[in-house]
């Protein structure tokens, strides 16, 4: 029997017949070998970094590197197995060939670990043949990694009635559920053979288990039917831009035009590629699967910062729950095991998705405008808006987990709820959306490399969120202090990069509105669509107006000193200051906070009233005497002569206090002059104080440019009728500027719910 163009066939060749062949059950296979074949992949991915440091003996920024550069080529690398998959074999034959792959090199890598003399002796590099081995065996894996992901779902949707478009949708939400199943056992029971019974271990069963999957998947092959490859689409493409170029100057009568391109979807989009269709190389065909191709690779480009956002929960998301409150009544989160709430609220998310669809339907059966809500693109647009939402409480929590730090609280990590809850499912949305919709929109002898765009997708979202940090910290480095550097979270500024990652999410959402509905079966709900879309990110930004309303002036000092109308990070030294201004007394009421290098070390601010240096600087030390913290003023006519002694004008109320982290804070109020505007004022750490004297500080970089000018202003609070108060007095008489700040709260949560309600 001849086999049609586009018609599925069976093993032997055959026409396939629609009982005996495809169905659920042979798309099911796919499903339970994504499982099997993601945990391998992942677990080998956290197991990596271990064998590259204790076995390979590379160091730890090399190893982190390798495993870097190992997972984005697997992804990047699903482009060449759709290409194959598309254009020489079946997706059958195509993953039965990567698949193998993967596991030769998976038992090369084994054989080496098992093998000392394939090993590097103690304390030395490997050889040049032990790295070719490795490498060889390591990039056997991402090659087949790159096909298996490009093949296997695009596989499981062949098995499908495509024209039952639930049931392909279905199938994606489950399969989805199966990689991230994978994902569950590799983040959990992988982890604990690595750290109970060695790495080593690992290796085995993900050879025994990948060998299990290929077994699997090879067994169903008398229920699969196929599709046989057509040929390679970029050779296709290639010819239909050549063609247009060619004929640029040429003109196609419309009447011609309309008879050989006929009533396709796509013929008044990308027209200049029309003029392809003069001469008889290129077919109308082939000029519609380019312009489909290139209406997918837009969608694809608006994706990949939705993946940035993802790609956080794997690295700042796990350092935040490092520093935070992990006890769950007597047992311990461990650190590695963090990544398991996404993939919870993610396995959770399908079976809720699922049923919500089969209940909406049920009540809207009779509504297709309304059913449309779940269309491929309004689910993207959906995960993208939610994306944005996700950083915005990342960066909520955040700022609510530094302030609390410096109050001496450690928040819980079931704080990162929010984030890992909005991700999550944001994650689901817009991945699954984004394999049906490549699938379902692809041209036939394009779906393996339509599909591949996803995971594509995937690893571009992890090198931009690379570069990103990268760029704010060279940017915000110009400006004083880098957002992300250094070790201590406690001391950077993550909340305002998740800020710029929501803002840069919102500007992306809106990119994609823009090209969504101009692709496909965006249709004229999309406008609606939009405003919804709109509305959510505008409630999610007005809740971090709201915190970054009260940020400043309504922080507490450890202890709950004091209110201040002002503060200001400092730019080096790690360093705050919180002050308010009273100009009706030209007083000026200061909380200076930072680390000295040593738990017995000093800290002082100091103002010059005559240079912008340290020499002449009249200052305020703090340190610890005696189990006590006591501050003293010093006059410092000159480097070398730094005398305990009364300074230059009045100060009062002067007092210090140290947190359980060692980080100190000196209160003090001191008269300024009537008509100062802004004051030069320096701030140091030191080792510590002998008989009186402070040991010099450090001459680093950061303590050089410990110096700047403070402006001062004049606040409309309480504290600008009445005279400075000491830290003690403070909590009663700045009751008033804490009421201002709940007001402002109040007002950005009412004017969202407002925006919402009525443009809605």
């Known amino acids: 029997m001849v086999i049609e163009n586009g018609e599925f066939e069976d093993w032997r060749g055959s026409k396939a017949d629609p009982v005996r062949h495809g169905g659920v059950a042979a798309a099911s296979i796919a499903c339970v070998v994504e499982v099997l074949e993601n945990m391998v992949f992942l677990s080998n991915a956290t197991n990596f970094v271990a064998y590259f440091l204790k076995s390979m003996?590379?160091?730890a920024a090399e190893s982190a590197n390798m495993v870097t550069n190992f997972m984005g080529t697997s992804f990047l690398l699903t482009i060449f197995g759709g290409f194959v998959s598309d254009s020489f074999l079946t997706r059958f034959k195509t993953f039965i060939i990567f698949c193998t792959l993967e596991l030769l090199g998976l038992i090369l890598l084994t054989i080496q670990a098992q093998n000392s003399r394939l090993l590097p002796a103690i304390n030395s590099n490997p050889s040049k043949t032990q790295e070719a081995i490795l490498y060889t065996g390591l990039y056997a894996i991402a090659a087949g990694v790159g096909g298996v992901k490009a093949a296997l779902p695009a596989h499981g949707a062949d098995q499908l009635n495509h024209g039952n478009q639930r049931l392909i949708s279905s199938f994606f939400n489950w399969f989805f559920f199966s990689l991230c199943?994978?994902?569950?056992?590799?983040?959990?029971?992988?982890?604990?053979?690595?750290?109970?019974?060695?790495?080593?271990?690992?290796?085995?069963i993900s050879v025994v288990?990948?060998?299990?999957?290929?077994?699997?998947?090879?067994?169903?092959?008398?229920?699969?039917?196929?599709?046989?490859?057509?040929?390679?689409?970029?050779?296709?493409?290639?010819?239909?831009?050549?063609?247009?170029i060619g004929n640029r100057k040429m003109l196609l009568p419309e009447a011609e035009y309309a008879q050989i391109y006929g009533e396709k979807r796509n013929r008044d989009k990308l027209r200049f590629l029309n003029k392809a269709l003069i001469g008889d190389s290129v077919t109308a065909t082939d000029v519609e699967e380019t312009k489909t191709f290139l209406g997918l690779l837009p969608i694809f480009a608006s994706t990949i910062m939705m993946n940035c956002c993802l790609a956080q929960l794997m690295t700042f998301s796990v350092q935040q729950g490092n520093i935070m409150d992990r006890s769950l009544n007597n047992f311990i989160i461990p650190t590695q095991s963090l990544s398991v709430f996404p993939l919870f609220i993610m396995l959770a998310s399908i079976p809720v998705y699922e049923y919500f669809?089969?209940?909406?339907?049920?009540?809207?059966?009779?509504?297709?405008?309304?059913?449309?809500?779940?269309?491929?693109?309004?689910r993207i647009g959906i995960g993208l808006a939610l994306a944005s939402g996700s950083m915005a409480a990342a960066a909520i929590v955040e700022a609510k987990r530094r302030e609390a730090a410096h109050d001496g609280v450690t928040l819980s990590v079931f704080w990162l709820g929010w984030q890992y809850l909005l991700l999550g499912v944001s994650d689901?949305?817009?991945?699954?959306?984004?394999?049906?919709?490549?699938?379902?929109?692809a041209?036939?002898?394009?779906?393996?490399?339509?599909?591949?765009?996803?995971?594509?997708?995937?690893?571009?979202g992890y090198f931009v969120s690379s570069v990103l940090v990268t760029i704010c910290n060279s940017a915000s480095g110009h400006f004083g202090k880098e957002w992300l550097g250094g070790k201590d979270l406690n001391r950077t500024r993550l909340d305002l990069f998740y800020t710029l990652l929501c803002i840069l999410n919102f500007i992306n959402l809106l990119n994609y509105i823009f090209w969504a509905k101009r692709a496909f079966y965006f249709t004229r709900m999309g406008s609606h669509f939009s405003h919804t879309l709109f509305l959510l990110f505008?409630?999610?930004?007005?809740?971090?107006?709201?915190?970054?309303?009260?940020?400043?002036?309504?922080?507490?000092l450890t202890g709950g000193k004091k209110q201040y109308s002002n503060c200001t990070e400092l730019p080096s030294l790690n360093s705050t200051l919180h002050f308010t201004y009273n100009a009706t007394n030209s007083s000026l009421s200061i909380a200076f906070s930072a680390p000295p290098p040593r738990p017995d070390g000093w800290i002082a601010w100091a103002v010059n009233p005559l240079a912008t240096g340290m020499a002449g600087s009249q200052a305020l030390l703090a340190f610890k005497a005696n189990g006590s913290m006591v501050v003293k003023t010093y006059n410092i006519?000159?480097?070398?002569?730094?005398?305990?002694?009364?300074?230059s004008f009045d100060v009062w109320d002067l007092e210090a206090e140290s947190d359980k982290d060692g980080k100190m804070t000196l209160y003090g109020s001191l008269k300024v002059a009537a008509t100062a505007e802004k004051l030069n004022q320096v701030w140091q750490v030191g080792p510590g104080v002998v008989d009186g004297h402070p040991k010099k500080h450090d001459f680093a970089k950061a303590n050089l440019a410990a110096l700047g000018e403070l402006k001062l202003v004049e606040k409309l609070s309480p504290a600008a009728s009445s005279p400075s108060p000491s830290p003690a007095q403070s909590a009663n008489s700045n009751s008033g500027s804490g009421l201002r700040v709940s007001e402002i709260n109040a007002a950005f949560r009412i004017l969202g719910l407002i925006s919402l309600l009525v443009l809605m």
């Not at 505008?538 to 507490?556: D, H, N, P």
């Not at 006519?637 to 300074?647: A, D, F």
Request: proline residues 4%; contains cysteine; hydrophobic residues 40%.
């Open 428 to 441: 689901m949305l817009t991945l699954g959306g984004m394999l049906e919709f490549f699938y379902s929109e």
């Open 538 to 556: 505008c409630l999610c930004i007005t809740q971090i107006s709201a915190t970054y309303a009260a940020g400043c002036s309504s922080l507490k």
């Open 443 to 460: 041209p036939d002898s394009m779906r393996s490399m339509s599909t591949a765009l996803s995971w594509c997708s995937t690893s571009m």
């Open 57 to 59: 003996h590379y160091s």
């Open 209 to 244: 288990t990948l060998s299990v999957a290929l077994c699997i998947f090879a067994m169903g092959f008398p229920i699969y039917r196929h599709k046989r490859p057509g040929g390679s689409p970029l050779t296709r493409i290639y010819k239909v831009f050549a063609s247009a």
């Open 181 to 204: 199943f994978g994902g569950l056992i590799a983040s959990t029971v992988m982890i604990w053979i690595e750290e109970n019974l060695g790495w080593n271990w690992s290796f085995k």
């Open 637 to 647: 006519s000159s480097y070398s002569s730094i005398v305990e002694g009364k300074l």
């Open 357 to 378: 669809i089969r209940l909406f339907r049920l009540k809207n059966n009779n509504r297709p405008r309304m059913l449309n809500m779940f269309q491929p693109l309004r």
